[in-house]
């Protein structure tokens, strides 16, 4: 069964830091095509960091970078976010997925689309 299950998520303080994870299973995490979104409350689920699946390049939302990264640990078939800098406008569910990513982040979907069930993270003193 091709399943992503994210963890990691929580609450956390203004200029605290998060590491979420995404697990994959029943399939290897491919090296492109992956990428971590968000949807915060009353907002459409927007791409934060993303590895196209056209030519591989990362894409960082503005907001994001220098604060974002994302990290593979292919032993255990996962992909992180580093989270740093964490302020209240990044309380949003997080989600990742894998499948045809363009290089603005946006999912395309493709035969190989999947999504995780989300992560709560709330930033908050």
């Known amino acids: 069964q091709v399943q992503l299950v994210e963890s990691g998520g929580g609450l956390v303080q203004p200029g605290g830091s998060l590491r979420l994870s995404c697990a994959a299973s029943?399939?290897?995490?491919?090296?492109?095509?992956i990428g971590w979104f968000r949807q915060a409350p009353g907002k459409e689920r927007e791409g934060i960091l993303c590895?196209?699946?056209?030519?591989?390049?990362?894409y960082y939302a503005d907001s994001e970078k220098g604060r974002f990264t994302i990290l593979r640990d292919n032993a255990k078939n996962t992909v992180n976010l580093q989270m740093n800098s964490l302020s209240a406008e990044d309380t949003a569910v997080y989600y990742c997925?894998?499948?045809?990513?363009?290089?603005?982040?946006?999912?395309?979907?493709?035969?190989?689309?999947?999504w995780g069930q989300g992560t709560q993270v709330t930033v908050s003193s």
């Open positions: 029943g399939f290897t995490l491919p090296y492109s095509g």
């Open positions: 997925a894998t499948g045809l990513i363009d290089n603005r982040c946006r999912f395309r979907g493709g035969p190989a689309g999947s």
């Open positions: 590895i196209s699946s056209s030519d591989g390049v990362t």
